[in-house]
């Protein structure tokens, strides 16, 4: 009988937890109908690969992310609050210093962002998901971007400016960073350099591929990343761990570390370490002094409107004489 | 000793194979041996970049400065032999401390080694890379800090098995609090603690081997000379008391040296799980519970199955590298669950 009474609650518990499964996605549904009724203001497919319907121009966002406060800032958007930062971190734009602040953006007190009653929240891919049901579930849309590689900042960019009607301020500012750019490589002499990027420790192999920022910004100045081979065929990986033997064979010319934490004192600590590795100090471009350590506010979090800034400074570690 | 003056009759017992029990230990002993000479073998021939056996046999004899010398002598032998002790190392942590803890499920875990070493070491990459040469020593110094402080938190008029393994996954969970919220606070900068926390050889070289060899050594040799008293140990603690035995001394002494073969091992290539509790286990199948013949076979076997694995995981996908920990226990987990229900 008690056994019996046990199956049952089993049983039970397992209807809850199925029950729970199931989306209840009031949030779409109230979309749906404003889509149906009347028009709206901006429909928006986002990186998250949601479709996003504002019923009428936001007046009241919240950004998660510094890069994505600066990509409002570019196109003088509005805010009604923000992450918070470390000071050392970034600076935040005068009109933005006084706004409420949410918390630091990798631990978004979710009260506090739901306080503020935003009528959109802009937040970052992978680090923000875990909030998106309980904004859901309050009726505040989100939009979710994943930026990386330039082609993404530019259509993150101009998503930020078609929700303040800012389109050709963000179309403007993207002509401005295509032109610095090109104007890095023009400089630059046209040789197919042979590259690597390792991805933060020398203590194991992670090589950057295509879908990172530094393997984005390599893939810009035209130079050859060594371990493209490893690209699998979905195209857009970031990195993966790499054989060593296959480095030294490839014979890269130049190396880069992205590195984590201040770039200053990191780099005399990399470059040690790479030299005292009998391991590391098999390629040439190790012995010959050729590891250029890439800082992590460019390389490491995203850069975002600093691409232009992203490319020069790799530029200019390569070829120091004619960025002077 | 009076205890094993019956071993000869046991081995004169037959194994269901028919094969006298002497002699399917020795085989058994001898295919360890293979397996580990093998393992070390193929570690040097086998590689992302193709150089053939004539050459490498050359390039052994007359190291040049050539790239194919560079990628055997830099790369793969010092890779071979850091993988060989580190899995000799493990293994013999984990029998060790499954004698002492007289538990099956003891292994470098239950002492707090990983959750110390993990601790030190993520602090070290992620709080302080300006120090990142520093991460082994460190991590060394809070796995030994970790086991020492479960010993202290366990000891009450001596060490009871049970209060220590427990005193562990207390002391464990609360390290392990630390390595979370450092992960979490740090997301940008976790990749590198991830292939920490996985372990791996990818870029171990010759200072790797410098630093872990002498623990090995002095470790093994202390595990074979420790064999007698792990097996009185076995037999709990009032016929080891029996028997003359400071059962209190004979615990303290063998759980240190179980903490300094693991911790030498993690500080060098990371939390490398499964070999210290498998491995014993596996030995223990096929060879019977006598330490005085499951320590020289854990250290074969631990040293075969990472240099195997790790070769394994180097060519598979090359020139992409998989983690050596995740092919281990994809390879010998099904494998020791196959060994458990035929019950050898």
């Known amino acids: ?33 404003v889509s149906s009724g009347e028009q709206a203001y901006a429909v928006f497919k986002d990186d998250a690969d949601r479709q996003v319907t504002l019923a009428k121009k936001p007046t009241k966002v919240v950004t998660l992310s510094t890069s994505l406060l600066n990509f409002v800032a570019a196109v003088n958007g509005n805010l009604a609050g923000r992450a918070s930062v470390k000071a050392a971190d970034a600076a935040i734009p005068d009109q933005y210093k006084a706004l409420p602040e949410v918390g630091p953006v990798y631990n978004i007190s979710s009260e506090k962002l739901v306080g503020l009653q935003p009528d959109l929240v802009l937040a970052n891919k992978n680090q923000h998901d875990k909030l998106l049901p309980l904004l859901e579930a309050n009726h505040i849309p989100v939009l979710i971007f994943s930026i990386k590689t330039y082609e993404d900042v530019k259509r993150s960019l101009l998503t930020i400016g078609k929700i303040y009607g800012q389109e050709d301020t963000a179309a403007g500012k993207i002509k401005e960073m295509d032109a610095e ?24 192999v992670t090589v950057e591929l295509k879908g990172s920022i530094a393997g984005s910004v390599a893939d810009m100045l035209g130079f050859t990343n060594v371990a493209a081979e490893a690209e699998t065929a979905a195209g857009n990986q970031e990195k993966t761990p790499y054989s060593m033997e296959a480095l030294v064979q490839q014979d890269p010319q130049v190396i880069f570390i992205t590195s984590m934490g201040e770039a200053g004192k990191i780099e005399a600590r990399l470059k040690a370490d790479v030299r005292s590795n009998p391991a590391w100090n098999s390629l040439t471009a190790v012995r010959k002094d050729k590891v250029y350590v890439l800082p992590e506010n460019l390389f490491l979090l995203n850069p975002g409107l600093a691409y232009p800034a992203a490319v020069k400074f790799m530029a200019g570690v390569v070829y120091p004489e004619v960025f002077k | 000793m009076k205890v094993f003056s019956r071993l000869p009759e046991i081995d004169k017992t037959i194994t269901k194979y028919g094969i006298n029990r002497k002699w399917w230990r020795f085989g058994v002993l001898l295919t360890f041996l293979a397996l580990a000479v093998t393992g070390l073998f193929l570690s040097i021939i086998k590689g992302a970049a193709e150089i053939s056996l004539a050459q490498i046999f050359l390039i052994l004899t007359a190291p040049d400065s050539e790239p194919a ?27 060790i401390l499954q004698a002492v803890m007289r538990n099956p499920l003891a292994d470098p875990h239950i002492i ?90 990818s870029a171990r070289s010759w200072p790797h081997v410098t ?134």
């Open chain 1, 1 to 33: 009988m008690k056994i019996k009474a046990i199956w049952l609650g089993v049983f039970l518990m397992m209807l809850l937890v199925l029950d729970g499964c199931i989306p209840q996605n009031k949030a779409t549904e109230a979309n749906k109908a």
């Open chain 1, 181 to 204: 750019i090109a104007a890095t490589v023009a400089k630059i002499p046209k040789q197919k350099l042979r590259i690597a990027i390792i991805h933060a420790t020398p203590s194991n």
């Open chain 2, 69 to 95: 010398s560079q990628i055997i002598w830099n790369i793969r032998l010092p890779r071979a032999i850091v993988g060989a002790l580190v899995g000799s190392n493990l293994a013999l942590s984990g029998a």
């Open chain 2, 112 to 201: 707090g080694i990983s959750a110390g070493a993990g601790l030190g070491g993520i602090v070290m990459m992620i709080l302080l890379p300006a120090y990142s040469n520093l991460v082994t020593p460190v991590a060394f110094v809070g796995a030994m800090a970790a086991a020492v402080a479960i010993y202290i938190l366990a000891w009450k008029n001596g060490i009871k098995p049970v209060r220590m393994i427990l005193a562990g996954v207390a002391v464990s969970t609360f390290l392990s609090a630390g390595i979370s919220g450092i992960m979490i606070f740090y997301s940008d900068r976790v990749h590198g603690a991830l292939m920490w926390m996985v372990g791996g050889l």
């Open chain 2, 211 to 344: 630093i872990i060899l002498p623990y090995a050594v002095i470790g093994l040799i202390l595990a074979l000379i420790s064999a007698y008293y792990l097996n009185v140990l076995q037999l709990g603690d009032e016929m080891a008391r029996g028997l003359g035995l400071n059962v209190e001394l004979a615990r303290v002494l063998l759980t240190a040296v179980a903490a300094l073969l693991a911790a030498s091992a993690v500080s060098v290539v990371g939390l490398l799980g499964f070999v210290g509790l498998i491995v014993p286990h596996i030995t223990r199948l096929l060879l019977g519970t006598d330490y005085r013949l499951l320590i020289p076979g854990a250290a074969l076997l631990g040293a075969a199955i990472v240099t195997l694995s790790d070769t394994f995981a180097r060519v598979i996908l090359a020139p992409v590298e998989l983690p050596v920990g995740i092919i281990m226990a994809i390879i010998g987990a099904p494998f020791f669950l196959f060994l458990l229900r035929r019950q050898l």
